[in-house]
């Protein structure tokens, strides 16, 4: 068949979104009990009040993430507080769980039924949350905070690169954290250290790429791009005298060839001194309790109710209805495989396509604010284990600020880099944090969601782009199937290796099954999921659950339902786990 040959040779990471607040989740940084909030009942302004201690105490309990989500956190209340990373260390279950408890009792001193739609969907996301993450303490070892395309020391560059600077103290908070870098390494490698004790330590090969990645972005210290990114910013930063900017541009270059560079480098040398103590070279499944952790990954990650083998199920019988799809578009035009290689569109400017999105967008998807965006390239000492493209998102006060990176080493060109515009911008990631930043969500929907909202977002309107780009309708339908089958197999691959054990060599055997035979390429899959478990779900199966909300809104609206009502109704609701969005879908329609 067409895709044994042209068609099913992208195997690799696709593309990615990031943003600080995930630091916050990875370090399980829970700081803060809450105060009482009076007796039972209490009205929307006490609610919002509650929401906000909970927003200020979560959002400070890192720089970075509270960086990335507020551009003036003195609008916030917030003028006084610490520079930090945030906390990483082994054995907080008993502090995160009372937080969690905490949250719980005040939680249920509010009537949901008082409120107003909006707090009631956030009291069940808030709810849902706590009921998720209370029995997931004894999960913190298994965990990875450093790994290849999402771990922390992979994201901490591009994070540091786009630290925006709106006034002086922002920049001295950010050499700041700099200089706390090294600290923190340490103390992830001690985190590290424990987990090879005890048997959960990650593969020969993933400390590999690891390090790596560390090595590569350490290898020429006095032209690290995070000194020319900072004098850039020092240089646009109007509130600095000439003096100034030049000893804070002295500073920045002591912290990064002294300490950045250094703590790399270290890292590398550290976590390489631990190879062997891995125990499990493949899927969680293999660790023990390691399904039931992967359970649990699944579902924090993908925000879908079904279960693992539920997901299975709907996986392959969406890839069978692909392929079934992809045979009747080759038998109705034989000469398919040469016109999906020889088209062309009228631009490669992805400034130029992203223009042509918001045009054709229009008539699926209410307009958005006008806000400016940039287009950047991944600096060359990333490129390597960074994802194809990748969008990071603005502060919930100032959406202004929007930048998408694309990775020219990975190749995307003609309709695939049309659809990875669609996929980072327009109707995708930019699009859908600028409307959700401007229906008035209260700020804690920033920092909880499910990441399978987040992805699967923009893999469903990814699909939808193959059909507004100047190419033949049967070209974009074959492309688009082909898509959604390929990721339907790498998903497929993440949960029969990490849920039913699959080895390298059944992972071979279910890819030869759809013509792909390059052992070379296929361990590489391989690998990747074992390093990035569940990572490919929040795209395949979150897209899914939206095709499964679509089809439960065609139903009960009937006469009255439109793609664009649809899509309006999702951007008012805001980032929530799917069976949420179901629930609430009818008081935001």
Same mark, same amino acid.
């Given at each position: 068949?067409?895709?044994?040959?042209?068609? *099913?040779?992208?195997?690799?990471?696709?593309?990615?979104?990031?943003?600080?607040?995930?630091?916050?989740?990875?370090? %399980?940084?829970?700081?803060?009990?809450?105060?009482?909030?009076?007796?039972?009942?209490?009205? !929307?302004?006490?609610?919002?009040?509650?929401?906000?201690?909970?927003?200020?105490?979560?959002?400070?309990?890192?720089?970075?993430?509270?960086?990335?989500?507020?551009?003036?956190?003195?609008?916030?209340?917030?003028?006084?507080?610490?520079?930090?990373?945030?906390?990483?260390?082994?054995?907080?279950?008993?502090?995160?769980?009372?937080?969690?408890?905490?949250?719980?009792?005040?939680?249920?001193?509010?009537?949901?039924?008082?409120?107003?739609?909006?707090?009631?969907?956030?009291?069940?996301?808030?709810?849902?949350?706590?009921?998720?993450?209370?029995? /997931?303490?004894?999960?913190?070892?298994?965990?990875?905070? #450093?790994?290849?395309?999402?771990?922390?020391?992979?994201?901490?560059?591009?994070?540091?690169?786009?630290?925006?600077?709106?006034?002086?103290?922002?920049?001295?908070?950010?050499?700041? #954290?700099?200089?706390?870098?090294?600290?923190?390494?340490?103390?992830?490698?001690?985190?590290?250290?424990?987990?090879?004790?005890?048997?959960?330590?990650?593969?020969?090969?993933?400390?590999?790429?690891?390090? %790596?990645?560390?090595?590569?972005?350490?290898?020429?210290?006095?032209?690290?791009?995070?000194?020319?990114?900072?004098?850039?910013?020092?240089?646009? /930063?109007?509130?600095?005298?000439?003096?100034?900017?030049?000893?804070?541009?002295?500073?920045?270059?002591?912290?990064?060839?002294?300490?950045?560079?250094?703590?790399?480098?270290?890292?590398? !040398?550290?976590?390489?001194?631990?190879?062997?103590?891995?125990?499990?070279?493949?899927?969680?499944?293999?660790?023990?309790?390691?399904?039931?952790?992967?359970?649990?990954?699944?579902?924090?990650?993908?925000?879908?109710?079904?279960?693992?083998?539920?997901?299975?199920?709907?996986?392959?019988?969406?890839?069978?209805?692909?392929?079934?799809?992809?045979?009747?578009? %080759?038998?109705?035009?034989?000469?398919?495989?040469?016109?999906?290689?020889?088209?062309?569109?009228?631009?490669?400017?992805?400034?130029?396509?992203?223009?042509?999105?918001?045009?054709?967008?229009?008539?699926?998807?209410?307009?958005?604010?006008?806000?400016?965006?940039?287009?950047?390239?991944?600096?060359?000492?990333?490129?390597?284990?960074?994802?194809?493209?990748?969008?990071?998102?603005?502060?919930?006060?100032?959406?202004?600020?929007?930048?998408?990176?694309?990775?020219?080493?990975?190749?995307?060109?003609?309709?695939?880099?049309?659809?990875?515009?669609?996929? !980072?911008?327009?109707?995708?990631?930019?699009?859908?944090?600028?409307?959700?930043?401007?229906?008035?969500?209260?700020?804690?929907?920033?920092?909880?969601?499910?990441?399978?909202?987040?992805?699967? *977002?923009?893999?469903?309107?990814?699909?939808?782009?193959?059909?507004?780009?100047?190419?033949?309708?049967?070209?974009?339908?074959?492309?688009?199937?082909?898509?959604?089958?390929?990721?339907? #197999?790498?998903?497929?691959?993440?949960?029969?290796?990490?849920?039913?054990?699959?080895?390298?060599?059944?992972?071979?055997?279910?890819?030869?099954?759809?013509?792909? /035979?390059?052992?070379?390429?296929?361990?590489?899959?391989?690998?990747?999921?074992?390093?990035?478990? %569940?990572?490919?779900?929040?795209?395949?199966?979150?897209?899914?659950?939206?095709?499964?909300?679509?089809?439960?809104?065609?139903?009960?609206?009937?006469?009255?339902?439109?793609?664009?009502?649809?899509?309006? /109704?999702?951007?008012?609701?805001?980032?929530?786990?799917?069976?949420?969005?179901?629930?609430?879908?009818?008081?935001?329609?």
């Amino acid at each position: 068949m067409m895709g044994k040959k042209g068609f *099913w040779n992208k195997c690799r990471l696709r593309k990615g979104k990031i943003q600080g607040k995930v630091l916050l989740l990875v370090f %399980a940084a829970f700081f803060g009990l809450l105060a009482g909030c009076g007796g039972r009942g209490g009205s !929307e302004k006490e609610f919002s009040a509650f929401l906000g201690q909970i927003f200020k105490s979560e959002v400070t309990a890192s720089t970075l993430n509270m960086h990335y989500n507020l551009a003036h956190p003195e609008n916030y209340g917030i003028t006084d507080y610490k520079v930090t990373y945030g906390t990483v260390s082994a054995g907080r279950d008993t502090e995160a769980a009372a937080i969690l408890e905490n949250w719980k009792e005040n939680l249920g001193r509010f009537r949901k039924k008082d409120l107003p739609a909006a707090q009631q969907m956030a009291y069940d996301i808030l709810e849902d949350y706590i009921e998720q993450e209370l029995p /997931a303490g004894k999960f913190s070892l298994y965990q990875e905070i #450093l790994r290849p395309s999402t771990g922390f020391q992979s994201q901490l560059p591009v994070l540091l690169a786009e630290y925006a600077f709106y006034d002086e103290k922002d920049v001295q908070d950010y050499l700041e #954290l700099m200089a706390a870098t090294p600290e923190l390494f340490q103390k992830i490698m001690a985190v590290e250290r424990i987990k090879a004790e005890k048997g959960l330590f990650m593969a020969d090969f993933a400390v590999d790429d690891v390090a %790596a990645q560390c090595r590569s972005f350490a290898k020429d210290p006095e032209s690290n791009y995070l000194l020319s990114t900072f004098d850039d910013r020092i240089d646009e /930063a109007d509130f600095l005298t000439p003096e100034q900017s030049e000893q804070y541009k002295q500073v920045n270059r002591q912290v990064v060839t002294g300490d950045i560079i250094p703590a790399y480098q270290r890292l590398a !040398e550290e976590l390489s001194a631990l190879k062997g103590s891995g125990k499990n070279s493949g899927g969680l499944c293999g660790l023990k309790g390691g399904r039931e952790y992967y359970e649990y990954l699944v579902k924090e990650t993908t925000g879908s109710a079904m279960s693992v083998e539920e997901m299975q199920a709907q996986t392959e019988a969406r890839r069978k209805q692909d392929m079934s799809e992809l045979a009747q578009i %080759a038998k109705k035009h034989p000469d398919i495989g040469q016109k999906c290689t020889n088209y062309q569109l009228p631009t490669e400017k992805p400034e130029l396509i992203l223009k042509d999105l918001q045009g054709k967008m229009q008539q699926d998807f209410p307009s958005p604010p006008e806000v400016p965006f940039a287009v950047k390239e991944v600096h060359p000492s990333l490129e390597e284990y960074t994802a194809p493209a990748f969008y990071l998102t603005p502060p919930i006060d100032d959406i202004s600020k929007n930048c998408i990176y694309i990775n020219k080493s990975k190749g995307d060109e003609k309709l695939e880099l049309y659809t990875t515009l669609a996929h !980072e911008g327009f109707p995708g990631h930019l699009y859908q944090n600028v409307m959700e930043r401007s229906c008035g969500l209260e700020p804690v929907r920033s920092l909880f969601g499910s990441s399978g909202y987040v992805e699967g *977002w923009a893999t469903y309107v990814e699909m939808q782009s193959y059909y507004y780009a100047d190419v033949e309708p049967d070209v974009a339908a074959f492309l688009q199937r082909n898509q959604s089958a390929l990721l339907s #197999l790498y998903a497929s691959a993440d949960m029969g290796i990490h849920h039913d054990g699959w080895t390298l060599r059944d992972t071979v055997d279910f890819f030869g099954r759809y013509g792909i /035979a390059d052992k070379g390429t296929i361990q590489k899959i391989y690998q990747l999921i074992v390093e990035e478990p %569940a990572h490919y779900l929040k795209y395949y199966i979150g897209y899914l659950e939206f095709l499964n909300l679509k089809e439960y809104a065609q139903g009960k609206f009937q006469g009255e339902y439109s793609d664009y009502k649809f899509h309006a /109704a999702l951007m008012r609701m805001g980032n929530a786990p799917f069976y949420i969005l179901k629930e609430y879908l009818a008081e935001f329609y």
